[in-house]
């Protein structure tokens, strides 16, 4: 059963995933505005799993997933999904 906190994570994920769909469809490639938006928006998604991976981890672990926490980028942008 997913919590409240686990509900707000996917939503910004959804959010984070649409954003990244709709700068790579855009014709003509991207702008350097948009290629820095595409980069942000990539590593908040890395942030995102992984914090999310934490949680559901440490739920599974008996842990309080409220102790999650989100990582900083150069610990996270190179995982693989």
């Given at each position: 059963m997913t919590d409240s906190?686990?509900?707000d994570i996917m939503a910004t994920i959804r959010?984070?995933?649409d954003?990244?769909?709709a700068l790579r469809s855009t014709s003509g490639?991207?702008?350097p505005s948009e290629r820095s938006r595409m980069k942000e928006v990539?590593?908040?998604l890395d942030q995102c799993w992984d914090l999310l991976?934490?949680?559901r981890?440490?739920?599974e672990a008996g842990q309080d997933p409220d102790e999650a926490r989100?990582?900083?980028v150069s610990e996270v942008e190179n995982y693989r999904q």
């Open positions: 906190a686990e509900n959010g984070l995933i954003e990244e769909h490639g991207l702008d990539e590593r908040a991976r934490q949680r981890a440490r739920s989100t990582r900083p």
